[in-house]
């Protein structure tokens, strides 16, 4: 069974108000469809605009789509009708773009990663000082780190924190919404090889929501090209260059790859 | 910013902040050590010693009923500075939840929720307030509730402006995906990012409060005699305006001066916490966020 199944979705933002006539804004997802299967990475290759960002809060369980069906291993991540407890919910993390906004200012980076942890497992302040210490030693980080604020660390270091709160859970998929590309060439690259060595380790999977042509060619495994709301070609990621998709050329020209 | 505080540079500021501070404790100090401070009983009548002028035994003289002057200001304080805080912050409390259930709900609510209020607001305060205590009678506790019920409108919006604020900021969306309950992220990522604009809210509106407090006991809805409030003694000393102004001028005096003080210290908590204003727009948002703005202007 495939972890994730997207079938025909669509969803349109429309703007409505007391004094105004429902008017159609456009569509920001139309009929798109996608597999992602358990321990692979997707890579959803996008223009600005082109719907990504809808796409990640969808999958997310935040933003209900108008038409078609999201099921996670089988289960169906918007029901009709009463709303149950989410059993998925636990198991789709996130971590976002800008480091420094995801994080809470006020809390300490302890806080921070303990917070799904607190959440959904009972654990002592011991266990959970652990747990947080061994987080921090996944993605690189220093146990000791866990004192800091948000403000004492670097956007890579925050980054590496986001990352520790993903997986926090054991999540089965992350969805990893434009994750390195806030931060500099070589702190993309460190960040990148752990977000791989997690993926190996722990059989997770991800939906890798980019616009940077080397990052998903580096983590992906199948990359589909997201166009005005829509998929518009999907490949094997070592296919991605040959690929004969003329936005495909364009972005990785605009890359620099060829 | 204050016109006290402006014409000073940054060093004298800081010292006139502390002086408002030193000040402001003083006359706590002074209404919770009123029965042991003041020299009378407030309420005690002695019309051998009426309209007396300031001696040894009456340090302020005494009042047309041979009331201490001293004493009746010094209870004063108890009740002017007790009922503000007691307003403002059952309109803090109630503020806090109404904007909260408005701003986290969202849609028909947050509608529903702000038309009521904006009924309300259509009414000047303090007219509305004086039209429930012509329906419920004079009195202190009938004023105190008109009061609540107009001044928690204010509060209401304020928080609902900063929820919404707060409710897309990539945090709060990060800790709902983390499976963070509605309660947790009320108490933990919300509240603690809105009290610090709050505060400077409430600093600068107890003083308005006291005012409005002073007014309506002026006109005899507020506190009622033979209760000493300052308000009430104005109204009550205007009588002897010509002969006896220190009956006026003492218990203005007092409003005068906690009301600017008020101000002082309000103005001065303003301008300190705009640095680390939770609020503050940062440099990048994340892609998601972007969209949630997207929905946010277009539900508009």
């Known amino acids: 069974m495939s972890l994730l199944v997207a079938e025909r979705l669509s969803k349109t933002y429309h703007a409505s108000g007391w004094f105004r006539r429902q008017t159609a ?15 692979t990475c997707l890579g959803i290759l996008g223009e600005s605009g082109a719907g990504k960002s809808t796409l990640g809060r969808m999958v997310l369980g935040l933003l209900p789509p108008d038409e078609g069906r999201l099921t996670f291993r089988g289960e169906d991540l918007y029901p009709k009708g009463r709303r149950t407890r989410r059993s998925w919910r636990r198991d789709i993390q996130v971590v976002f773009q800008d480091s420094y906004s995801a994080v809470n200012p006020r809390m300490t980076i302890r806080q921070i990663i303990s917070e799904p942890l607190r959440n959904y497992e009972r654990q002592s302040a011991q266990e959970e000082r652990r747990t947080v210490a061994e987080l921090l030693e996944l993605v690189g980080l220093a146990a000791d780190d866990m004192l800091k604020r948000p403000s004492q660390m670097s ?15 054991k999540p089965k998929l992350i969805v990893l919404d434009e994750p390195v ?52 070609d999907t490949v094997d990621a070592s296919e991605m260059f040959e690929s004969g998709h003329p936005t495909f050329r364009a972005m990785m020209q605009a890359a620099g790859v060829e | 910013m204050n016109v006290l505080l402006r014409v000073l540079s940054p060093a004298r500021r800081r010292w006139a902040l502390i002086l408002a501070l030193a000040l402001l404790l003083a006359i706590v100090v002074c209404g919770l050590l009123a029965p042991y ?30 009331r201490c002057l001293l004493s009746r200001l010094l209870y004063g304080t108890q009740v002017s500075l007790g009922l503000a805080l007691l307003i403002v912050s059952s309109c803090l409390v109630l503020g806090l939840a109404i904007g909260f259930l408005a701003g986290y709900a969202g849609g028909i609510v947050d509608s529903l929720v702000m038309r009521a209020c904006d009924a309300i607001l259509a009414f000047p305060s303090l007219i509305l307030a004086i039209s429930l205590i012509a329906v419920w009678g004079a009195g202190w506790k009938q004023m105190a509730v008109a009061l609540i019920i107009v001044q928690t409108v204010y509060y209401a919006r304020f928080v609902r402006g900063l929820v919404n604020q707060l409710k897309q900021q990539t945090y709060i969306v990060a800790a709902r995906v983390s499976g963070t309950s509605p309660f947790r992220m009320m108490s933990r990522h919300i509240v603690p990012n809105l009290l610090p604009p709050l505060l400077v809210v409430v600093s600068l509106e107890i003083g308005w409060v006291i ?22 003694m104005i109204n009550e000393g205007k009588s002897f305006i010509r002969s006896h102004p220190r009956l006026m001028i003492a218990p203005g005096a007092m409003i005068f001066i906690l009301v600017a003080l008020l101000n002082v210290v309000g103005d001065a908590v303003g301008e300190r916490k705009g640095a680390g204003s939770p609020l503050r727009k940062k440099a990048k948002t994340s892609g998601l966020l972007e969209t949630a703005n997207k929905e946010v202007s277009h539900e508009r």
């Open chain 1, 25 to 39: 804004e456009g569509s920001a997802i139309s009929n798109l469809s996608f597999t992602l299967e358990e321990g």
């Open chain 1, 155 to 169: 956007g890579g270091q925050l980054q590496r924190v986001n990352i520790a709160r993903a997986i926090a859970l």
């Open chain 1, 181 to 232: 590309s806030s931060l500099d060439m070589i702190v993309q690259k460190q960040i990148l090889h752990h977000l791989r060595a997690l993926k190996e380790k722990y059989g997770l999977s991800y939906l890798l929501i980019s616009h940077d042509v080397m990052a998903v060619h580096y983590l992906a495994d199948r990359v589909a090209l997201l166009e005005k709301g829509t998929l518009v």
């Open chain 2, 37 to 66: 401070l003041a020299p009378h009983d407030p309420n005690l009548v002695d019309f051998a010693h009426k309209l007396e002028g300031p001696s040894s035994d009456y340090p302020l003289g005494t009042d047309q009923l041979g």
């Open chain 2, 211 to 232: 005012m409005d407090i002073s007014a309506l006991s002026f006109v005899g809805l507020g506190v009622q005699a033979p209760m000493a409030e300052w308000g009430a």
